[in-house]
């Protein structure tokens, strides 16, 4: 049992001796610059006796106890030889290792790490989980220092997309941040599903929600109570949202969802969701008259991209543009309800690309899209 647990030990010693890069200790880099030492080293040696060899008119590959003394002189000092080189040029690596990239390397994890810490005691419990729960957020997991880095720039450099109100991220994170990612996982999914989509395959989809009579809210109960509303509502999205996606103020009363769906999940059936969900847990509350009735929201959507047949013709800001018409409709539907939009089939030029953006009115009147509604 103690055998093949210290072999186990061993095994899993060597595995971290060859996971170059993720070295978690000096005496793990030592060792594995100690074998290519002697590797290195033991072709050269044989390499120079069997020139040494031929020059001397001897045969290179004769058993030790056949070989002539010189020949066998020749071969221990070049064993010796080797030896010593090889245990002064790997300990000149491993200091040189250990002085000019793992030193130093840990003195930045050691400081990272603590600004990290600082930075996510400073940074409220909704701003952690919005990082946390971002499936979009690609943080490396290579087991090596350059995660520390990753995570305190993941932590740290949200810091200025948080908007405090709502607990939510801003427009300038969707503008400057969230736009990209989602284009190079569209294109990345697309090219692995084709333009068919099948059972399991991930379906984006941007919402776009206003929450109705906001105004009222303010003029009947003040700015204050429309800031609890407000905030009331980014727990309530990011609770309904979880980890499928990020959830986003896009201005005053507008909120954006971009989801990740699973396929088949129905966009509508998940717009409904949020519909009922809202009015059923945003609610203005108080002894007041008129504080105990619940707060609506209209809502519009679009799959992301429109038209996967041409995911790069309509960019994210766009497709916003898009999911926010299909909202106004919501609102000249008599609100509290939701208008979506799903492609029919592909516009044959790019300025009919255009006026679909412009109007999903035009859009549906030529049969590019179908809009759908309760």
Not at 330 to 348: F, I, L, Q
Request: proline share 3%; with cysteine; hydrophobic share 40%.
């Amino acid at each position: 049992m103690t055998f093949f647990y210290k072999l186990r030990k061993f095994t899993k010693y060597l595995q971290g001796v060859f996971s170059i890069g993720k070295w978690k200790s000096l005496k793990e880099a030592a060792t594995f610059i100690y074998i290519c030492a002697t590797v290195f080293l033991s072709v050269v040696g044989l390499f120079l006796f069997s020139f040494l060899s031929f020059i001397m008119g001897y045969e290179t590959f004769t058993p030790i106890h056949k070989m002539p003394r010189t020949q066998g002189l020749t071969l221990l000092t070049i064993f010796l030889g080797m030896l010593l080189i090889d245990f002064l040029m790997g300990t000149f690596f491993v200091w040189l290792y250990d002085k000019l990239i793992l030193a130093p390397t840990e003195n930045i994890i050691s400081e990272i790490e603590k600004r990290t810490e600082k930075a996510a005691a400073a940074f409220p419990a909704e701003m952690r989980q919005l990082v946390e729960d971002n499936p979009f957020i690609k943080v490396s997991s290579t087991g090596t220092w350059v995660d520390s880095i990753d995570r305190y720039i993941t932590l740290a450099g949200n810091e200025k997309y948080y908007d405090e109100t709502t607990g939510c991220f801003n427009r300038k994170y969707l503008q400057q941040v969230l736009s990209n990612m989602l284009k190079n996982e569209m294109i990345v999914d697309i090219r692995s599903s084709g333009s068919i989509q099948t059972y399991g395959s991930r379906t984006y989809a941007v919402y776009m929600i206003d929450i109705d009579h906001f105004k009222r809210i303010n003029d009947d109960f003040g700015h204050q109570y429309g800031d609890v509303i407000l905030a009331l509502v980014g727990k309530t999205l990011r609770k309904i949202v979880a980890n499928k996606g990020v959830v986003v103020r896009n201005g005053g009363e507008e909120f954006l969802l971009i989801v990740c769906l699973t396929y088949p999940e129905s966009l509508e059936t998940y717009a409904e969701n949020v519909r009922a969900i809202f009015e059923k847990q945003v609610r203005i509350t108080g002894q007041a008259q008129g504080k105990n009735r619940p707060v609506t929201c209209s809502i519009g959507y679009t799959p992301l991209p429109l038209i996967r047949e041409m995911p790069t013709s309509i960019s994210v800001q766009d497709h916003v543009k898009i999911a926010d018409q299909a909202m106004y409709m919501s609102k000249m539907s008599g609100r509290n309800t939701w208008h979506g939009v799903e492609a029919y089939r592909p516009p044959a030029s790019e300025a009919e690309v255009k006026k679909l953006i412009e109007s999903i009115e035009y859009g549906e009147k030529v049969r590019y899209i179908r809009i759908l509604h309760p």
